[in-house]
């Protein structure tokens, strides 16, 4: 389940609740009366859980899961589990949306003392920690040793600081767990609910961020970066990363040990990024990717498939980098003589 530090889960629904509230039919078979008490991803639903099939990537999970429901396609019905019981519907993804809206009405509420007393008196503050002026720290938070978190920062309800960590002003943390010694710069914002919608010409349904951000020891976290929460997966960022300025991280994306990200890169969700990987300023790799360990990306580089690792690329797409060189001095070459 979502962790209940920081999302309140309703009462167990029913398949037949359920499958009104997405407006899904229940596959021939299935008890109606069944209840279910959570969502979850493919891979680690058990029996209790309901997940969904939208992105044929995810077939082979969805094969093998141990869901006790799942939201999927007519046409892939037939691959579920024998165990599993299926709930049609053309648009999975979006019938997904309601029925997690269904179990987490309140997703993305903030819940922060409103009285003047900006330290939640459940909160825990650790020995030779220095809190600066405007800072709100929520209910059941807890603050290691010797930590200094600057002015007019939010750390919000059961959000964790290891020991050693240094907040900058201006920063939220909110559904995060910090290892120690991390650093986190002025105007950053990390476990911010991800962009996650299912389209669709009626309107777009936002799909409840339901994971965490867990950010390990020695992380470096540069100013005004954004990180956004996972949607049921963890967002990761491994220890020793060490992130520029102006990055944005988007949802389940999972970043290795070591790795460095410079200013105004782009990682779209659920990419995952090798340990000692180096990325360029204002790269941008897409959605799905697996990027190996020791990979470089050269700035500017537009990512849209897999890297092996190792391996350094550049330019758009992104391509081996004496290749793209080379194909940029023969252009260079035909507009000089075009030119003549």
Known sequence: MADPRFFSVSEPFSIGELAEVAGARIGDGVDP???LNDVQPLDVAT???ISFLDNTRYVK???TSRAGACLVHPDHAGLAPDTMAVLLSDKPYRAYARVAAAFYPLAGVLDLPASPITIDETAEIGNGCTIATGTVIGANAIIGENCRIGANTVIGPGVTLGRDCVIGSNVTLVCCLLGDRVTIHAGAQVGQSGFGFAPGLEEHLTIPQLGRVVIED????GANTTIDRGSGPDTVIGAG????NLVQIAHNVKIGRNCFIASLVGVSGSTKIGDFTMIGGQAGLAGHLHIG???RIGGQS????NIEAGATVGGFPARPMKEWLRGVAVLRRIALKKVK
Do not use: C, T
């Not at 990363?241 to 520029?244: E, F, H, L, T, V």
């Not at 537009?302 to 498939?305: D, L, Q």
């Open 33 to 35: 009366d069944a209840r």
């Open 302 to 305: 537009g990512v849209i498939g």
């Open 47 to 49: 029996s209790d859980h």
């Open 241 to 244: 990363a060490k992130i520029d």
């Open 61 to 63: 999970q969805f094969s």
């Open 218 to 221: 020695d992380v470096g976290i």
């Open 293 to 295: 360990e020791g990979a």
